[in-house]
Nanobody
Framework: QVALVESGGGSVQAGGSLRLACQAS?????MGWFRQAPGNEREGVAH???????NYEYSLRDRITISRDNAKNILYLDMNNLEPDDTAVYYC?????????????????????WGQGTQVTVSS
């Protein structure tokens, strides 16, 4: 049974940092982080492949770092200098639903499995 379990969300003040983690039940070649703010569609944040290929949402690239521990099947997202607009539920995603090219890494429909999400709230 496939499972993706996110953790690390919480409430922080603007300028603060958080590390999100996603424990996967097995290895996945393609993994990503998405987020959904109230009233908005889910959007891609970052993706990483097991060979180290990484893609970031352009506007976030200076404040976030995606990484993975392949031995432990854990995906991470480090977020710095958080802003109130970063408030959202953050989701971990894994497994390609279609033949893969790196630009699919931030596309919601490209992933088969999803975690339940972890809430990040940034106050001003």
């Amino acid at each position: 049974q496939v499972a993706l379990v996110e953790s690390g969300g919480g409430s922080v003040q603007a300028g603060g940092s958080l590390r999100l983690a996603c424990q996967a039940s097995r290895h996945f070649t393609y993994m990503g982080w998405f987020r959904q703010a109230p009233g908005n569609e889910r959007e891609g944040v970052a993706h990483i492949e097991d060979d180290g290929t990484i893609n970031y949402e352009y506007s976030l690239r200076d404040r976030i770092t995606i990484s993975r521990d392949n031995a432990k099947n854990i995906l991470y997202l480090d977020m710095n200098n958080l802003e109130p607009d970063d408030t959202a539920v953050y989701y971990c995603a894994a497994e390609a639903t279609m033949p893969w090219v790196p630009k699919l890494g931030l596309v919601e429909a490209a992933y088969k499995y999803w975690g339940q999400g972890t809430q990040v709230t940034v106050s001003s």
